[in-house]
């Protein structure tokens, strides 16, 4: 069971888009970011709010990668592949940031909850590939060295915050 | 703000505004597209702010006003020399500029208008200093016609669009032009299609006028998935207004009153400019019910995707703006007649749409005028891989290739040799040193076997392994098949499979034969444009890199040492000193030596991690 | 309307909505997976491809036939790439031909046969998901699904639940219900209609055969059968029977040979169905209400109302449906006796009601197994009885018989007719012939009419097709329509075409099926269920005034 406050939250999104299928989307990029994944109970929530079946929602939610029903760490770390960047080498990147925190292409977020690590084709920065992302922001130029750097000084905000 | 209701009234406030910002003796713009933002950008623009409002100075030549303007600007395209800071009047522009370095450029060229020499950009050429963006060989080959506000107004301030001139052409059409005279307009400017099929615009918007149902859509395309292209990103982050305006414009040349603007997840900036952008304009009285007191309304929405390259095709596209999987369905009917909630839509690419306020203003004739016959106007590109200035550029269609690459981007890095240049991105295919001095248009380039594409212009030099390009752009569309169709979903898995293969050293022969099967069978057969593209770079690649393929497969050898199952790491027997420190570094002790006679590395235990030639004091070890 | 060639033959097209009707009008079997001229487009197996005089190729599936239009339908190259299409679709599929429930049956395994696979160049991942054996009804094989989407748009188009659908997407994506949960816990009506569709044997019927067989050989054991209406008109197709044949004397005979001590027929439970369920409208009709009274025969709709329309739940009579009539009815006479009572059914939602709380008595089920048509194909099979060349048997008393109107229950619109017909003023054709042309038949899956008793009006409807009864019950509640008496099937045209029947069923089989009953109820003597005078009869007898406890639900 989802605490009572997931479904306030989730009924303060609800109140902003009309009642119809054409919303789910966009109710789930709210509800993504609100808790950072889609906890499954959210879904028949929403589907029964906007007139569709759970089945439908599901369907939908599960077709788009950017939608996560498995909770995702503080920072969500998406190196690109895009071509820009695969040939500028951005895996070696991916693969120093998967090595030092111990992910794989399967396991992408950390025990500790703090990093995921995902790829992503093309962040619009092209032009300073390799590129990778830290929740909304994005980091240019990168190398495995520059990589492990930002994960020290990402774990230091973290600290800092706790 | 008020609203805006009359088309004098938006020539005043365009002059007024106008001359407010030429009254500012000083302006300062910082770039603040995603690629300077990703380098500092924002601290630069706090740090000019701060030192602006801070100053006591006196701007010696402009006594008038207290202090100078400091501005967010998008994209210049330039983003690889960012941060980038331009000043007017001067016109200069520094490159590469950190918080550190703002104070110089205050005391300097503000106060004294002195030129800070370290800060400007060198030509990597011939070295020379280049004062101000004309004098950049990257620029100074390029025609700006969609871009031609990106970097030089706020795209946060609707004032400033307003001053450039946008929705002037809103209020022509609206005041000047009836729906038919603007489709004219548009079908006489040739306009086609930014998005990659190249369809003719004004084609497409008379059929979506012509349809018996009157309930329509205006929808544009920003999902802008191609991996390695951000053109329409700089756009919809550079000057959201123009895009804007051409979507109004379209809508009212086909009787729509609503619209949607889907954008990638990935661009949290442009989606963030674009919701004040629509915020400002409707404001206005640019946007929403009757708009400039014209009587016309029509009302724009913005979707986000999420993460799902085929949603910019455009039946998948719809189905997720409705809420759906974006899944492309059958066609007929085509989306002009049942598109968006099974109605008749509009759908255009970004910078189709950012054309056609130029066009209703300067006329189809001008803008024929630029660019080729059938293929008129400009195309942006977004130039990246391994050349030396990277960044995104506008140039008029019929342009070679090599005027591109060796003139605006600068050549080849490092020196290296050029070796192709992806275009079309995972639809499209390469063209060789052969093919560079081709003309660039629609036509021209479909009969070289590829396509012009969204715009992505990935360089590759020798050291890119063709045949790893190849599996690179199958293992995207593997990725991103939607799964509906048989061809496209196992037809792309069985080639992903045999090109992993030929990449690790397993490939038979055969494979090359299976691969083309397969491309054949997929092309013709799939139900929609991922599929039926995705074997192109494939194709492309074998037609002209057969050697490298064969090189894979019998020689077991990547030419360009890029495939790791490939590389063969050897000790050079002069130089090894039969130290050990290798072997004992060796994780899978494939390393056997005697003290006095050369270490031999074991190819069959060999994991090829790489372990060895960092650890050997005599760099005696070595890829082969 | 136009003409058009097609492999240089030239060929008249009227309303046809796409190339491929056309194409098959002709007479050319062009392979498809994934089209069925009831759901919508969806053009995912490319088996439909055509080339056009320019080399150009098209799913006809998809495209509008036009005049003057040129196609070629089996070139050298569409021939190997349909192959080809087949030995992808192979090579990603759990391939257990020989040991597969739907060996013999399958689409995919006759394509493969039909086009010539004759090897799959690619290696099988093994995907290995969990079969679901959840439901009563249908079981699922997520291994063999090939991902045509039939089942989706049944179950979400005609059926309007949308209990399975995609997830994921490329070659992640499957046919599941949401977050991959059992199917029996999710809003399915158990319809079987998806495994209709289904061209493989992704989905099939949960069978009961097993202990069938078991109780078949156990002397001690009374195993007692009825047969459906529906099950007469669709198993003789399937043992070189013409389409739509009655066969009932020869199942008689095939269940006596199989060792069913008993055989009875449904039709005598229909009868009695009947006699309640028009007592039951009688009694609400002069009271005024509340309307409208819905038919229970139907397991898949009592459900999806109980799921979808609670409010309507009461509206529904309580009376049995003719398996559990006649169920509860064997279950008294055998009183005692060590019995074992199955129902034949053309229906996988009659494996889910035989498992219904308000349907047992005693907490014990009025009948033991459901062994659908296609069930009991499969045992005369294995048994090595040449049904065609059986003589007919007629059904055991004393629960043999059953009236005209009780066969024409397997079509949509019987249960309506029988039950109006015990209203008429006699039992002369001319009266029943008024009746039966008074829109109760006819074409379309939702019929409108009214019904002239003691000189007032009866509003009726006839609908089939959850979706469809969906529509109406929206516009009943919002009171846009009104009727006193609808009958409810979840299949569309009713039993004939339900989820246990032999599949493959094309328009001409459906009607043949569909007339294959009208033509036995004119066959019969007795028409009208009040005039069957053993189910009369059994009121004095068995049953002695406590109808409300054997004869009706207690929802
Ligand atoms: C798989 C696929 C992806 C596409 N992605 C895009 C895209 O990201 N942006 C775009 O404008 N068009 C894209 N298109 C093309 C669109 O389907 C459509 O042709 C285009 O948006 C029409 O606009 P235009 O005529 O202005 O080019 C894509 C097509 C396919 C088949
Ligand atoms: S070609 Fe690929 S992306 Fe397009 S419909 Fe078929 S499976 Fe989906
Ligand atoms: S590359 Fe790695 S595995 Fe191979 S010899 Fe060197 S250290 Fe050993
Ligand atoms: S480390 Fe270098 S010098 Fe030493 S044994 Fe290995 S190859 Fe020879
Ligand atoms: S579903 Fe068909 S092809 Fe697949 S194993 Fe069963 S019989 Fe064979
Ligand atoms: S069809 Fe072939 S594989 Fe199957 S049982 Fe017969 S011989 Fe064996
Ligand atoms: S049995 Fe009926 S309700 Fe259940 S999944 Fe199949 S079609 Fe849907
Ligand atoms: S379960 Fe059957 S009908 Fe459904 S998609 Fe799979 S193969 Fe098609
Ligand atoms: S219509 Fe008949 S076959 Fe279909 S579910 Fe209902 S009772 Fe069963
Ligand atoms: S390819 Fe990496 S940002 Fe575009
Ligand atoms: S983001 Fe600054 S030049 Fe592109
Ligand atoms: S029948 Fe046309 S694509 Fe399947």
Not at chain 2, 549 to 554: G, K, S, W
Not at chain 3, 407 to 422: D, Q
Request: with cysteine.
């Amino acid at each position: 069971m989802l605490e009572q406050s997931f479904y306030d939250k989730t009924d303060e999104i609800l109140s902003r888009y009309p009642a119809q299928e054409r919303s789910l989307i966009p109710i789930i990029h709210e509800i993504q970011e609100a808790f950072n994944y889609v906890p499954v109970e959210l879904l028949p929530y929403v589907a029964k709010h906007i007139g569709i079946t759970e089945t439908k929602a599901f369907s939908v939610a599960s077709f788009y990668e950017r939608f996560s029903f498995e909770p995702k760490g503080k920072y969500i770390i998406r190196v690109c592949d895009g071509t820009a960047c695969h040939v500028r080498n951005s895996l070696p990147v991916l693969e120093r940031l998967r090595s030092e925190l111990g992910l794989s292409e399967k396991k992408h977020t950390t025990d500790d909850m703090l990093f995921t690590v995902e790829t992503v084709s093309c962040l619009g920065a092209c032009s300073l590939a390799p590129a990778l992302m830290v929740n909304d922001h994005v980091h240019p130029a990168m190398t495995p060295e520059k990589a492990t750097e930002m994960l020290k000084a990402l774990r230091e905000e973290a600290s800092v915050h706790e | 703000m008020s609203r805006i209701t009359t088309q004098e009234e938006l020539n005043a406030l365009q002059g007024k505004f106008m001359s407010e910002i030429k009254a500012e003796p000083i302006r300062i713009l910082v770039c603040a597209g995603t690629g300077c933002q990703a380098s500092g950008s924002l601290n630069v623009y706090e740090k000019m702010k701060e030192l602006a409002e801070n100053t006591e100075i006196k701007v010696e030549f402009a006594l008038h006003v207290q202090h100078p303007h400091v501005h967010k600007s998008g994209c210049l395209g330039f983003c690889e020399q960012g941060p980038l800071v331009r000043i007017e009047p001067f016109g200069v522009l520094y490159t590469k500029v950190k918080p550190e370095d703002c104070e110089e450029i205050f005391n300097e060229t503000v106060k004294k208008g002195e030129i800070i020499h370290r800060l400007l950009y060198k030509n990597k050429i011939t070295g020379e200093e280049c004062f101000n963006q004309d004098s950049i060989p990257f620029y100074n080959g390029q025609t700006r016609v969609v871009l031609r506000t990106c970097g030089t107004i706020d795209p946060e301030s609707i004032e400033e669009a307003i001053s450039a001139g946008e929705y002037q052409a809103l209020s022509k059409t609206l005041f000047k032009m009836t729906p038919d005279e603007v489709i004219q307009t548009v079908l006489d400017s040739k306009l086609r299609g930014r998005g990659g099929g190249g369809f003719v615009a004004g084609k497409k918007w008379q059929q979506v006028a012509s349809q018996p149902v009157t309930e329509r859509y205006v929808v544009c395309n920003g999902d802008e998935g191609d991996p390695g292209a951000f053109m329409d990103c700089s756009i919809m982050e550079g000057d959201p207004h123009r895009m804007i305006e051409g979507m109004i414009i379209a809508a009212y040349a086909t009787g729509a009153h609503e619209g949607y603007i889907y954008v990638r997840a990935e661009y949290p900036l442009a989606v963030k400019r674009l919701t004040l952008a629509i915020k400002q304009a409707t404001e206005y009285g640019l946007l929403g019910d009757n708009i400039l007191g014209s009587g016309f309304s029509f009302n724009l929405h913005i979707n986000r995707g999420a993460g799902a390259f085929v949603c910019g095709e455009g039946s998948a596209l719809t189905a997720s703006i409705e809420g759906k999987r974006g899944m492309p369905r059958v066609k007929p009917p085509r989306t002009v007649e049942e598109g968006l909630f099974g109605k008749p839509t509009v759908l255009n690419n970004v910078e189709t749409y950012a054309n056609v306020p130029q066009i209703i203003l300067a006329g189809a004739e001008w803008y024929r005028s630029i660019g080729t016959e059938n293929s008129p106007g400009t195309k942006t590109f977004a130039l990246t891989g391994a050349v030396r200035n990277t960044g995104l550029v506008e140039v008029p269609f019929g342009i070679t290739p090599r005027e591109i690459i060796f003139n605006i981007g600068g050549g080849i890095r490092d020196d290296k040799k050029f070796k192709a240049v992806q275009i079309g991105g995972p639809s499209g295919g390469c063209l060789t040193e052969k093919q560079l001095d081709e003309p660039l248009d629609f036509d021209s380039v479909k009969k070289l076997g590829v396509i012009v594409g969204s715009g992505g212009l990935v360089v590759m030099d020798e050291n890119t392994c063709m045949v790893e390009v190849a599996r690179f752009f199958m293992e995207f569309t593997h990725r991103e098949s939607c799964g509906k169709c048989v061809p496209c979903r196992e037809g792309t898995l069985r080639m992903l499979e045999i090109l992993e293969r030929i990449v690790a050293g397993n490939g038979r022969m055969e494979d090359i034969e299976e691969l083309r099967t397969l491309s054949d069978l997929i092309i013709h057969t799939a139900l929609c444009g991922l599929g039926k593209s995705a074997p192109l770079p494939v194709v492309s690649t074998l037609n002209s890199f057969m050697d490298e393929y064969i090189a894979h497969i019998q020689d077991k050898k990547c030419p360009a040492h890029v495939c790791q199952k490939l590389k063969q790491y050897v000790i050079e027997p002069t130089k090894c000193k039969s130290c050990s420190k290798c072997a004992r570094g060796c994780p899978v002790q494939a390393i056997d030596g005697k003290p006095k006679v050369p270490y031999v590395i074991n190819q069959d235990k060999c994991i090829k991690c790489g372990a060895c030639i960092e650890t050997c004091p005599f760099k005696a070890i070595y890829v082969a | 309307m136009g003409t058009m060639k097609i492999d240089g033959r030239n060929v008249e097209f009227s309303d046809e909505k796409n190339v491929l009707s056309v194409i098959r009008k002709a007479g050319i079997d062009l392979p498809t997976l994934c089209y069925h001229s009831e759901l919508s487009v969806y053009g995912a197996c490319r088996l439909c491809n055509v080339e056009d005089e320019k080399g150009r190729m098209f799913a006809s599936c998809s495209e509008r036939p036009r005049d003057g239009m040129s196609i070629k339908t089996s070139t050298p190259r569409l021939v190997r790439y349909r192959r080809m299409l087949i030995e992808l679709l192979l090579a990603s599929h759990h391939r257990d031909c020989t040991t597969c429930v739907k060996s013999g049956d399958c689409d995919l395994q006759k394509l493969a046969h039909r086009l010539g696979v004759s090897t799959v160049r690619w290696g099988y991942k093994e995907r290995a998901h969990e079969k679901d054996f959840s439901s009563p009804s249908i079981v699922r094989d997520s291994d063999k699904c090939i991902l045509c989407g039939d089942c989706v748009r049944v179950c979400e188009g005609i059926q309007g639940i949308n209990a399975i659908d995609f997830a994921n997407r490329g070659t992640d994506a499957m046919v599941i219900p949401a977050f991959n949960k059992e199917i029996a816990k999710t809003d399915c009506v158990n319809c079987g209609q998806c495994r209709v569709v289904c061209p493989t044997g992704a989905i099939s019927i949960n069978t009961n055969i097993r202990p069938v067989w078991e109780a078949l050989s156990n002397p001690d054991v009374k195993v007692i059968a009825q047969v459906a209406p529906a099950v007469r008109v669709a198993l003789g197709q399937a043992f070189g029977g013409a389409k739509g044949e009655n066969v009932m004397g020869k199942i008689v005979t095939a269940l006596h040979r199989l060792g069913f001590d008993e055989v009875y027929d449904t039709t005598f439970g229909a009868d009695m169905t009947i006699l309640e369920e028009s007592k039951e409208f009688l009694e609400i009709f002069e009271k005024g209400g509340p309307f409208p009274l819905f038919t229970s025969c139907c397991p898949a709709w009592v459900s999806f109302c109980e799921k979808r329309w609670p409010e309507f739940v009461s509206h529904i009579s309580t009376s049995y449906s003719p398996l559990q009539m006649l169920g509860s009815i064997v279950r008294e006479y055998f009183k005692g006796q060590n019995i074992m009572s199955i129902g034949i059914m053309p229906c996988t939602a009659k494996k889910y009601e035989i498992l219904r709380d308000d349907l047992k008595r005693d907490g014990k089920q009025n009948i033991d197994y459901i062994l659908t048509t296609e069930e009991l194909i499969t045992m005369i099979k294995r048994a090595g009885i040449q049904f065609d060349m059986l003589e007919g048997e007629a059904a055991d008393m004393p629960f043999g018989i059953g009236s005209g109107g009780a066969v024409i229950f397997g079509n949509s619109g019987g249960v309506m007719e029988a039950a109006l017909r015990t209203l008429c003023k006699g039992s002369e054709r001319s009266a029943l012939e008024e009746l039966s042309t008074g829109g109760v038949r006819g074409p379309g899956s939702l019929r409108e009419f009214t019904f002239n008793y003691k000189g007032k009006e009866i509003k009726a409807a006839v609908v089939s097709g959850l979706a469809e009864a969906d529509a109406l019950l929206r516009r009943i509640k919002s009171g846009e329509s009104f009727y006193h008496f609808v009958e409810v099937m979840a299949c569309r045209r009713g039993c004939i075409m339900g989820g246990g029947q032999p599949v493959h069923a094309g328009y001409r089989t459906k009607e043949a099926r569909k007339h294959g009953l009208y033509e036995s109820d004119v066959n019969t003597q007795i028409r009208r269920s009040d005039e069957n005078p053993l189910a009369l009869s059994i009121y004095d007898t068995l049953i002695k005034g406590r109808e409300h406890e054997l004869l009706h639900s207690h929802r």
